[in-house]
Antibody, heavy 118, light 110 residues
């Protein structure tokens, strides 16, 4: 059974940093593109970044480019999102998702909540 | 990259068909057959319903179908059921090698 479990969320002050993690199991993690998607409270979905199976290619949405960095550790079946210079607008539920079908996200975790507030 | 345009809400009675539109630009929806659709019930993670405009993942009811014309993609739910009441989001690959979601549509079963 495919499982994606996010962790690392919490309360952080504006300007602070957090590193989110996503533990993957039930599939061969090293062969799939992976993405991060977030959802602000009561709002829609926003794709943030994805990463190639071997980690050699990454793309980030313009709104987080230079502040957020996606990475992965295939030996540990884990996906990460380093988030720096956080603002209140980054308050959201952060999901990791498997890019398991052509240009679509077939499995999602339950999300980890990030709250940016003083 | 601006969010794709979807109607805020669509409603229908049980058994009816409804269609949700998703309008983008030539930089996303119009440039590829790479639109996907997601269903999200309150408090749950999104669920993939359609990918590559028309394809259904295994386990998704054939009451859900997708199409595209120009810069607008559509999701049709036929034989509307109470369990279909949820938020629906479209998503498209873009010419910048990123993805953009729609603003979301709340489907209400009357």
């Amino acid at each position: 059974e495919v499982q994606l479990v996010e962790s690392g969320g919490g309360l952080v002050q504006p300007g602070g940093s957090l590193r989110l993690s996503c533990a993957a199991s039930g599939f061969t993690f090293s062969t799939y593109w992976m993405s991060w998607v977030r959802q602000a409270p009561g709002k829609g979905l926003e794709w943030l970044a994805n990463i190639k199976p071997d980690g050699s290619e990454k793309d980030h949405v313009d709104s987080v480019k230079g502040r957020f960095t996606i990475s992965r550790d295939n030996a540990k079946n884990s996906l990460h999102l380093q988030m720096n210079r956080l603002t209140a607008e980054d308050t959201a539920l952060y999901y990791c998702a498997r890019d398991g079908v052509p240009y679509g996200f077939d499995f999602w975790g339950q999300g980890t909540m990030v709250t940016v507030s003083s | 990259q601006s969010a794709l345009t979807q109607p805020a809400s669509v409603s229908g009675s049980p058994g009816q068909s409804i269609t949700i539109s998703c309008t983008g630009t030539t930089s996303d929806v119009g440039n590829y057959k790479l639109v996907s659709w997601y269903q999200q019930h309150p408090g749950q993670a999104p669920k993939l319903m359609i990918y590559e405009v028309t394809k259904r993942p295994s386990g998704v009811s054939n009451r859900f179908s997708g199409s595209k014309s120009g810069n607008t993609a559509s999701l049709t739910i036929s034989g509307l059921q109470a369990e279909d009441e949820a938020d629906y989001y479209c998503c498209s690959h873009t010419t910048s090698s990123t993805y953009v979601f729609g603003i979301g549509t709340k489907v209400t079963v009357l």
